[in-house]
């Protein structure tokens, strides 16, 4: 990448506290939005938007998580490994070092695959 919209447009989604913080706690392990909520000490509406924006740039998977009673809800893992900004010559450049996609559980590819039908 180099200094174009998308560079600028993903400093400003990292530069915003709700997407760090998002970003932080999903990276030590895979956290429902009411959770990222409460961590965040922020509204449902607000973690969702960072969660699309931050989904939007490949940061963060969604995966489904199932409970015993049989009700499954989404729950979010960071991607990001790391950010570097470089500045030479009078332009900057922004690069991104992502973890692998975690293997996608059968039952999230069924799952998936039933709800784009």
């Known amino acids: 990448m180099s200094g174009d919209s998308d560079d600028a447009e993903l400093l400003a ?9 998002i970003l932080a706690a999903t990276s030590a392990q895979p956290m ?18 960072r969660v699309d924006r931050l989904k939007t740039h490949d940061l963060i998977d969604e995966q489904t998580q199932f409970d015993p009673d049989g009700h499954h809800y989404s729950v979010y893992v960071s991607r990001l490994e790391s950010v570097t900004v470089t500045f030479d010559d009078g332009e900057y450049r ?9 293997e996608e559980d059968p039952a999230d590819r069924f799952t998936r695959m039933w709800q784009d039908l």
């Open 94 to 102: 922004v690069e991104l070092e992502r973890r692998q996609p975690a």
């Open 13 to 21: 989604l990292l530069e915003d506290d709700y997407a760090r913080e």
């Open 32 to 49: 429902s939005a009411e959770r990222l909520s409460q961590h965040c000490d922020a509204s449902d509406s607000t973690i969702y938007r």
